[in-house]
């Protein structure tokens, strides 16, 4: 039988009085007179961006809405496990033994044996002390700084990082100084100017995953060590690839293990799943797992993907395979554009922005490439700096070198008809 007090309450919720509809119904499309303007400017700027369904899993042939079959040149998916046979039998398997899910964050009854042994194995994989997971990388910057860092603390932030790293550090009471991107005699600055602080943090992505470019980790370990200063990098765009061994950007420079603090993702090229990660210090990691906020607040990472990165730190720690494949693909890509005139940003790293200028040209690029079954996207303001609208191709260990060859055909015809190359 139904209470008063429920019956009541059903009233409420179920036989709101006219006026109540009419209130919501007004609000609302004030609230849309307010948004209208602002959808329409982003419009007319040409840096609509719009999401194209994919009807197949992430791979290099993928179909998208009408059932298209395209060549992808725009996931992260950098060493090609993201459907990758032993990754997805490994992830069917955690299914069936551990589960969908958790429905509990880590420290009341979220933590299976697997969420251990990936820590573990991502501690190995950094040789590092310890290791804490995270639902994504972005929860991981969100978390670090206001964990580690007080109002008696500095953090020295390169201009360009991700926007992950600046909502993290906008969360922390420490000063904040911004150097200039890459500007290694700025940075000095202000680690000068922030030499009173208790504890100096210098922040910074180890590849800028819109340009392909590398932060330069020697003369910045260099500045640390003059000035007692810690260093974090966020290695999403080269853990498991970039490095002799895939270790990183680190790796990279030959200064394997000297940053104090990396954040990096499962999200990519470790099985493109999700997930995220902060491995350093013991005493960090356990500090992190007693007060950041989005390990604390957040659900556990399902089983399946948990087994998702397992799988793939064993697929790589066994065989360079991978990334020696990303590489000379890179290669190839990098030096066919070049020779046909196009403009290429980075450093050698499987990001390759084509750089092209204006916004609509990059879009009006990029569908014109999808005509030709090359999946690529256009990337402009606010997501770059305006003016500098670019094409980012992103290599894959997984591409053939036909499928490299028919995208640098794609885009010199394209390029001639749009006369961006002659
Ligand atoms: C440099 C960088 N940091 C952090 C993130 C966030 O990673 P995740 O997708 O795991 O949240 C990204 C993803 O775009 C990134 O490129």
């Known amino acids: 039988m139904i209470s008063f007090i429920q019956s009541y309450n059903m009233r409420i919720i179920f036989k709101q009085p006219p006026w109540a509809k009419c209130h919501l119904r007004s609000s609302m499309s004030s609230l849309a007179a307010v948004l209208q303007p602002e959808l329409e400017s982003i419009k007319s700027a040409g840096t609509w961006k719009s999401e194209r369904v994919i009807t197949s899993p992430q791979s290099m042939k993928i179909r998208v809405g009408n059932g298209k079959e395209v060549l992808n040149f725009c996931a992260n998916n950098y060493l090609g496990l993201s459907n990758n046979e032993e990754v997805v039998a490994a992830a069917k398997l955690a299914l069936d033994k551990y589960g969908a899910g958790l429905s509990s964050v880590r420290f009341i009854c979220g933590t299976q044996e697997i969420h251990k042994e990936l820590e573990d194995k991502l501690s190995a994989f950094h040789k590092r002390q310890d290791t804490i997971l995270y639902a994504s990388c972005f929860d991981a910057n969100a978390g670090i700084f206001e964990t580690l860092l007080t109002a008696d603390d500095a953090v020295i932030s390169d201009e360009l990082n991700h926007a992950s790293i600046i909502d993290g550090i906008r969360l922390c009471k420490a000063t904040r100084y911004r150097y200039k991107h890459r500007d290694m005699a700025d940075l000095e600055e202000k680690l000068k100017q922030s030499a009173s602080s208790r504890l100096k943090l210098i922040a910074t992505d180890g590849i800028f995953s819109m340009d392909g470019t590398v932060a330069p980790l020697p003369k910045i370990t260099e500045l640390a060590k003059k000035y007692n200063a810690l260093t974090f990098v966020d290695d999403c765009h080269a853990t498991g690839f970039f490095?002799?061994?895939?270790?990183?950007?680190?790796?990279?420079?030959?200064?394997?293990?000297?940053?104090?603090?990396?954040?990096?993702?499962?999200?990519?090229?470790?099985?493109?799943?999700?997930?995220?990660?902060?491995?350093?210090?013991?005493?960090?990691?356990?500090?992190?797992?007693?007060?950041?906020?989005?390990?604390?607040?957040?659900?556990?990472?399902?089983?399946?993907?948990?087994?998702?990165?397992?799988?793939?730190?064993?697929?790589?720690?066994?065989?360079?395979?991978?990334?020696?494949?990303?590489?000379?693909?890179?290669?190839?890509?990098?030096?066919?554009?070049?020779?046909?005139?196009?403009?290429?940003?980075?450093?050698?790293?499987?990001?390759?922005?084509?750089?092209?200028?204006?916004?609509?040209?990059?879009?009006?690029?990029?569908?014109?490439?999808?005509?030709?079954?090359?999946?690529?996207?256009?990337?402009?303001?606010?997501?770059?700096?305006?003016?500098?609208?670019?094409?980012?191709?992103?290599?894959?260990?997984?591409?053939?070198?036909?499928?490299?060859?028919?995208?640098?055909?794609?885009?010199?015809?394209?390029?001639?008809?749009?006369?961006?190359?002659?």
């Open 243 to 422: 490095g002799k061994t895939g270790r990183g950007t680190e790796e990279y420079f030959d200064l394997l293990p000297s940053i104090d603090i990396i954040n990096s993702t499962l999200g990519k090229a470790l099985g493109g799943a999700a997930g995220g990660y902060t491995t350093g210090p013991k005493e960090l990691v356990d500090l992190l797992r007693q007060r950041s906020r989005p390990y604390l607040f957040s659900n556990s990472l399902p089983p399946p993907v948990v087994a998702t990165g397992i799988k793939v730190l064993d697929l790589i720690s066994d065989s360079t395979k991978f990334l020696e494949r990303v590489s000379s693909n890179t290669e190839h890509f990098r030096s066919a554009m070049t020779s046909a005139g196009f403009t290429l940003s980075g450093d050698g790293h499987p990001i390759c922005p084509v750089m092209l200028g204006d916004a609509k040209l990059a879009s009006a690029f990029a569908e014109r490439m999808l005509n030709k079954g090359i999946y690529v996207i256009g990337f402009s303001y606010p997501v770059v700096p305006k003016g500098k609208a670019r094409i980012r191709v992103q290599i894959s260990a997984a591409h053939t070198t036909e499928d490299i060859e028919r995208a640098v055909d794609a885009f010199i015809q394209i390029g001639k008809e749009l006369k961006v190359i002659s």
